[in-house]
């Protein structure tokens, strides 16, 4: 017997799900044992690249997550609501729930993992992260005997588009953002990816997983790219890095720390960010997405791979399909004597507490900052000087030229504390040689 499937949204990627299902030759053979059985549309008249039996095709979301012959619900509704409450309400009928709404994980997470271990039922992300990358699952499963001590990567498609083309062809942000929306790589709205919010989202998804604790979306430092100038990118390239959206997850790895104990405080965290050109991260392009993971014993791991669009997104969203089909059919899934079915500990959501996050102030990384000034003698040795009494050492200082009519300095820091760099800067404000703090990013 077909294992039923109510698929909630046919939009880009509910389409391309749909397109896997319905052509199952040459995949594993479980993907012919699922049926569509209902799909939930908000505009029934719109034309459709899938066409479905009489019947299969329904306005009416919430009859398909109580419809007691539904065993899986696929939500791919995307935003908040009614995303989120088809979600619980498929929960409270005892519903396994997949789904690729990285938004209503990373603030709902809690309620909703809290209802499915109740009712005895799984919900599977892995089209949250990454499109088409492996990357949930495998954190959950192929990586848990390690102790994760870093996460970071690219995990947003549009800012990496446009970061890349900026680089290529050196053009300014809004130019280059216009041209992308034009051609259908951001959003009529860029403010999600462009802003950050998708990308910490992902990354406070990634964190739980790789730490085993929630976290809270409200304390991910969140800084997206709209001030990164075609001037940064041409002085970074020139100092050997190139400028990526980053989301970083990490715990204190200095000298002293036992990974074996749980961490105090975690960094989580998305800015642009300077990274050497010879690190793994800096060759990822386009809308490509990757992941590094870093962790003991294994050391390093890294997926790359398409982190957008129907195909990719929808090989992850089959997956948790088949995923869930696998307990099912060997009878895993099933309730006994009235008692929820027990959860397969690697697929289920594991832990209750929230994880604690350190304050950015308390970050130590390198900084890249670009100051407007006067073209008078001394103001390199006041800035170096007003650093060293915050004990922020210099790595490098670059004057190259003139800008309307103003001096250009860059400054490359080594490793500070990002209390005592935005005291330094402070202060630099003041001086009357210098007209202005252009730009600040963090370095890798
Ligand atoms: N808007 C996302 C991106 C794709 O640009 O990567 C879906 O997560």
């Known amino acids: 017997m077909a294992f039923k499937v109510g698929l909630l949204g046919l939009g880009t990627v509910g389409t391309g799900t749909a397109q896997i299902l319905l052509d199952p030759a040459q995949r594993h053979p479980l993907v012919q044992e699922l049926e569509i059985y209902r799909v939930g549309v908000r505009s029934p008249d719109k034309t459709r690249l899938v066409a479905f039996s009489p019947g299969v095709v329904t306005t009416d979301l919430e009859a398909i997550v109580t419809d007691p012959a539904v065993e899986i619900v696929v939500e791919l509704l995307g935003g908040l609501e009614p995303a989120r409450s088809l979600i619980l309400k498929a929960i409270a009928n005892g519903k396994h729930v997949v789904t690729a709404n990285k938004a209503v994980i990373a603030r709902f997470g809690e309620e909703i993992f ?18 088409g990358i ?109 400028i990526k959206l980053l989301a970083v997850a990490k715990r204190d790895t200095s000298p002293g720390t036992n990974l074996a104990d749980p961490p105090d405080q975690l960094q989580v965290r998305v800015h642009p960010t300077l990274i050497p050109k010879t690190h793994p991260l800096a060759s990822v392009n386009q809308v490509y ?121 860059v400054v490359v820091t080594h490793h500070v504390r990002e209390g005592n760099f935005h005291q330094a800067l402070d202060e630099i404000r003041t001086f009357e040689a210098v007209n202005s703090v252009a730009s600040l990013l963090r370095v890798l």
Do not use: W
Not at 119 to 130: D, F, I, K, Q, R
Not at 226 to 240: C, E, F, N, T
Not at 312 to 327: E, H
């Open 114 to 131: 809290a209802a499915a271990t109740e009712a005895g039922v799984y919900v599977l992300l892995e089209a949250a992260v990454g499109g």
């Open 134 to 242: 492996p990357v949930i699952e495998p954190l959950k499963q192929s990586l848990c005997a390690n102790r994760i001590h870093t996460l970071m990567g690219i995990v947003n498609g549009t800012t990496n588009y446009i970061l890349t083309r900026m680089q290529t062809e050196g053009g300014d942000f809004a130019e280059i953002l216009a041209d992308a929306q034009k051609l259908g790589y951001a959003e009529a709205d860029p403010t999600t990816d462009v802003d950050g919010f998708d990308a910490a989202d992902k990354i406070a998804i990634l964190a739980s997983l790789a730490f085993g604790g929630r976290i809270k979306l409200p304390e991910v430092y969140c800084e997206g790219i709209r001030q990164v100038s075609a001037a940064d990118i041409a002085y970074a390239d020139k100092l050997g890095f190139v």
């Open 289 to 409: 997405n990757a992941i590094l993971v870093e962790g003991e014993p294994i050391g390093q791991v890294m997926f790359f791979g398409p982190g957008a669009g129907a195909g990719p997104t929808a090989s992850a969203v089959v997956s948790d399909i088949l995923n869930i089909a696998a307990i099912l059919k060997v009878g895993r899934g099933a309730a006994t004597d009235g008692q929820p079915p027990q959860l397969d500990p690697l697929l289920a959501c594991s832990h209750q507490h929230y994880c604690a996050i350190a304050p950015m102030s308390e970050l130590v990384t390198r900084f890249y900052a670009r100051f407007l000034t006067q073209d008078s003698s001394g103001v390199i040795g006041k800035l170096g000087t007003c650093f060293g009494n915050h004990s922020v050492s210099l790595e490098s200082v670059v004057q190259i030229g003139l800008r309307d009519n103003q001096a250009e300095i």
